[in-house]
């Protein structure tokens, strides 16, 4: 079993339309975890960061860590076309080592 | 505030050839960590360093690969005597403390002819 597993999708939705991305991992050690957004042939780019489970919302983003089930979820709410991207979990223990899953290809229609 | 920086952010090389990849981490960040992100594949840790220190390379293949982080100057990951299979995307992070978020530059990506 992978320590992430992420679907890799694709994904393709509306625009304005809520979008749901999840990741499972097998390590109870993380404690730390982290929403990548990744647009093509760019570094990955840091849009949420939490720690603990519960919620944690920055705008149009809410992510969710669900500890006990070793599940978390980035929810994107009124989802634009800019917001097409590959999104990438991860998450961390304590090492700085983060372990990442494969990423999501999101694709918002106009 | 300047972001990581990376260059050169396209390189090919020919087998055997060596590779020199730098990163400049954002100002004030002493932590620097590389990942490599092969085609189809998840992003993987390779090594994390702090000035002129090597903290953790448990992620780094045992052979033709090497990183430092000099007291002055860029970070810099070596691979020497390349072959196909290192062909990917480089990426470096930083971040200003342990345990605080990493920020990840344009990566630099690598082909191997």
């Known amino acids: 079993q992978k320590e992430v597993e992420q679907d890799p999708g694709p994904l393709s939705v509306p625009e304005g339309a809520i979008v749901s991305l999840n990741c499972t991992y097998s390590n109870s050690a993380f404690q730390y975890f982290m929403w990548y957004r990744q647009y093509s042939r760019k570094g990955p780019e840091l849009l949420m960061y939490?720690?603990?489970?519960g919620n944690k919302e920055d705008g149009r983003f809410t992510a969710q860590v669900d500890k006990s089930s070793k599940y978390i979820s980035l929810f994107i709410r009124d989802s634009q076309p800019s917001d097409s991207a590959t999104y990438l979990c991860?998450?961390?223990?304590?090492?700085?080592?983060?372990?990442f899953g494969k990423g999501t290809k999101l694709t918002v229609n106009p | 505030n300047a972001g990581v920086m990376q260059n050169p952010r396209h390189l090919v090389r020919r087998r055997g050839q060596e590779a020199r990849l730098r990163c400049s981490p954002m100002?004030?960040?002493?932590?620097v960590y590389w990942y490599r992100q092969l085609p189809e594949e998840g992003l993987k840790f390779m090594v994390y360093?702090?000035?002129?220190?090597?903290?953790?390379e448990s992620g780094m293949p045992k052979e033709r690969f090497s990183a430092e982080f000099p007291k002055e100057g860029p970070s810099i990951l070596r691979i020497q005597q390349v072959v196909r299979g290192d062909s990917a995307a480089y990426f470096c992070?930083?971040?200003?403390?342990?345990?605080?978020?990493?920020?990840f530059g344009p990566g630099t990506r690598l082909t191997v002819t």
């Open positions: 100002k004030g960040h002493s932590h």
């Open positions: 991860a998450m961390e223990g304590g090492s700085e080592k983060l372990v």
């Open positions: 939490t720690y603990s489970s």
């Open positions: 360093l702090q000035k002129e220190n090597i903290i953790d």
């Open positions: 992070a930083s971040s200003p403390f342990a345990g605080y978020e990493q920020y």
